[in-house]
């Protein structure tokens, strides 16, 4: 296939035969890191999954506790009751390597450690269930902002399996065999120059042999 | 030091800014492609997006997996949800492994709840 654009000759099949090492060590490397993180990847994302449908739920279950906090005021006064945030969420994004795939580490800091501090309002003119609403959905935080870290590593980790088995297979299917293929036909046209110049030698000794004695073999 | 915000319509979102995260009230698509760069722009490490509104987003959404922040992860509404958040994880299982070995799990576990 490929045999046809190669140069017979004795320093190309040096470079080939580099070049194959290089490949099959290659090739072995990157079949490793593809199955070390794909098992990484399997373990994170069963936990991605998991954290994933509590957050939801915890979500869906605080919106309905809103609608029931909005029934009992109006959305003026719920828009006062949360206009000052007391409570404030910041990260310090690090990251962490796994398989040479720099995944982010979110270090969380709150503003206050006061756990009452989610209440920015005043309790006079609000109703409970905004109390409530509030609570239910800072029962989630901690599992949401470990989801954001879960699911960011899971979808950088899948990207590079990806791009890794790529490589793996071209190395396997394609360039491998190619290299295979080309040192062969290369080493059998050597042989073949060869014999061709070993026969022609035989047949100038025979000549020379003639014309020096009249000697015929 | 990176700050979290939280995109969506304000009935699904206000809430959250008693927790402490910053709520970006966002309705029109076209400004949210805009909030969503700029949010970039200012190194927001997370940034929560409601389904609804990420449905809309997802060309700039697919563009921001591939690096480290911002983490765009997105949350359940008030109404109108997509299921794209677990559409999601299973997208990227079948990405990394050929095919979606989770849902077979996971009707295992549905099973054994029931």
Redesign the interface.
């Known amino acids: 296939m490929a045999a046809g654009n190669v140069i017979p000759t004795r320093m190309e099949l040096t470079r080939l035969k580099k070049k194959l090492v290089t490949a099959v060590r290659g090739h072995k490397l990157l079949k490793d890191k593809r199955d070390e993180l ?1 098992r990484q ?1 399997m373990d994170m ?2 936990e ?2 998991t954290l ?2 509590k ?2 739920e915890g ?2 279950q ?2 309905r506790k ?2 029931i906090a909005r029934a009992a005021m109006t959305s003026a006064e ?2 006062t009751a ?1 206009m000052m ?1 007391k ?7 690090s ?1 962490r390597n796994v398989m040479s795939v ?3 580490v ?1 270090d969380i ?3 206050t450690g006061d756990a009452a501090d ?3 309002y005043g309790f006079a003119f609000t109703s409970g269930d905004l109390d409530d ?2 609570k239910s ?2 029962d989630v ?1 901690p599992d ?2 470990r ?3 879960v ?2 590593a ?6 590079e ?2 791009k890794t088995r790529r490589r793996v297979n071209a190395l396997e299917h394609v360039i491998i065999p190619e290299t295979q293929e080309n040192i062969k036909y290369i080493t059998m046209k050597l042989d073949e120059n060869e014999r061709s110049s070993q026969v022609r030698l035989m047949k100038v000794k025979d000549m020379m042999l003639k014309e020096a004695h009249h000697y015929e073999m | 030091m990176s700050k979290i915000a939280v995109m969506g319509d304000y009935d699904s979102i206000y809430g959250f800014a008693s927790v402490g995260l910053e709520t970006i009230p966002v309705t029109l698509p076209m400004e949210a492609a805009e909030i969503l760069k700029r949010l970039k722009d200012e190194r927001y490490a997370v940034i929560y997006i409601t389904e609804v509104l990420a449905s809309q987003l997802e060309e700039e959404i697919e563009k921001m997996k591939e690096e480290p922040v911002p983490a765009v992860i997105l949350i359940p509404g008030t109404y109108g949800d997509t299921g794209k958040g677990i559409e999601d994880i299973k997208k990227s299982v079948e990405k990394a492994v050929g095919s979606d070995i989770l849902s077979g799990d996971e009707t295992k576990a549905g099973d054994g709840q029931k």
């Open positions: 794909m990847f994302v069963r991605n999954m994933r449908k957050v939801e979500i869906r605080a919106n809103f609608v719920i828009k949360l945030p409570q404030e969420v910041s990260v310090d994004v990251s720099d995944i982010p979110f800091k709150t503003r989610i209440y920015p609403a509030v959905l800072d935080l949401m902002l989801l954001a870290e699911e960011k899971c979808q950088m980790m899948a990207s399996i990806e």
